[in-house]
Structures are given as structure tokens and as C-alpha cells.
């Protein structure tokens, strides 16, 4: 099954983001933008993972979210990887917060590794993703973009989400939630 670890974003905020991208999308054509129901902070991408080795998985996400409690995340100002000249992905940026998922993902990483995931290439760079350029598709960004104002919203849990592709885009499933700084561990039902 095709999977990722991330933090859920409360409905409130995902409806705020779906207006904010409601109000930007005619600005920025070809661009497939981010359904609202699926916004969310990716942790980490598993990608394809044996069923076997979801419990594994689910272990690690259990003890780094008891390593830490609920904490403020914050969403502002609008990004672009790998920049404004050239964008492939259009992003809202985490301005509060950001350190605390820093170090959970470093801690998620460790514990992954020692399971046999293979470590990031890439720096991990907190970021809501809310679009990214259609294939072969030159996109460019108005000079005067207004940015997403700012919001928070507390971050009280880690999930891991089953991702299925559609041709309509992904749907996603939380397979579990393990509470930050939860006292139980509870067994995942599959």
C-alpha cells in the first residue's frame, strides 16, 4: 500500500487554504490545484510498504509522538519550489512551530532508518503544498500575488495516511493517529 506519514490540518483551515486557492487559481493557470479535503504537512513519504511492515511503521510514529506534546503550527505567505521563475509546486510556508516538526521528522527519520527506510536526500522543509504546474506546462506567477494571511491551529496528533491514486487525483485514508504525548499505545486495527 502506498503511504506517508503526516500531520492533519483542522477542517477550519483547510476551507480557509480551499478560499485562499479559489481566489488565486484564475491568477495561475495551469496548475492542478490541492482538493481542500486532502491538504495536509507530509512527515515522510513511505511509498509502496508490505502490510507486513505497517506495524514497524506504526511503532515509530507511536514513539516519537510520545516524545512530544501538542504544539501551535502557523500557515503564511505563499512559495514555490524550486522558485517564482520556474514553479513546479506552489506551497503555503509554516512561519510558527516549524522547529518543533523539525525535530519530530528528524526523530521520525532515525527511527524509520533503523527499519530500513532509506533517509531523505532532500532537506526537510515544512511546507503546505496547495498546487503543483500541470506536466509540461510553463507556469507563471502574477508580480503581485497576494499571500495567504496568517493562521494557526494546534497540532495534536501524527497519522499515517494510505494514498490511493485516482484519475480524478489521490485519495487519501488514515490507516492510524497516535496522540502526541499520549499516555496509551493502542493497536492499530487493519
Not at 532515525?110 to 500541470?134: M, N, Q, V, W, Y
Amino acid at each position: 500500500m502506498r503511504t506517508f506519514i503526516a500531520v492533519e490540518v483542522p477542517k477550519e483551515i483547510r476551507k480557509r487554504v480551499g478560499n485562499y486557492i479559489a481566489s488565486i487559481s484564475a491568477l495561475i493557470p495551469d496548475v492542478k490545484w490541492v482538493a481542500p479535503e486532502n491538504l495536509h504537512f507530509t512527515i515522510k513519504f513511505l511509498g509502496e510498504i508490505k502490510q507486513s511492515d505497517f506495524k514497524n511503521v506504526w511503532h515509530c510514529v507511536e514513539l516519537v509522538a510520545r516524545k512530544y506534546g501538542p504544539f501551535t503550527m502557523g500557515l503564511s505567505g505563499i512559495g514555490f519550489f524550486p522558485s517564482a521563475e520556474h514553479p513546479k509546486v506552489i506551497w503555503i510556508g509554516a512561519d510558527s512551530g516549524e522547529d518543533i516538526l523539525l525535530d519530530l521528522y528528524q526523530d521520525m527519520e532515525r527511527c524509520l532508518e533503523d527499519i530500513g527506510f532509506d533517509r531523505e536526500a532532500k532537506t526537510f522543509s515544512p511546507h503546505f503544498t496547495i498546487g503543483r504546474a500541470k506536466k509540461d506546462r510553463k507556469v507563471s506567477i502574477p508580480e503581485h500575488l497576494t499571500d495567504f494571511e496568517p493562521v494557526t491551529f494546534e497540532v495534536r496528533s501524527i497519522s499515517i495516511m494510505k494514498s490511493t491514486l485516482t484519475p480524478h487525483g489521490p485519495m487519501y485514508e488514515k490507516l492510524s493517529e497516535s496522540i502526541l504525548n499520549s499516555e496509551g499505545v493502542r493497536e492499530p486495527e487493519l
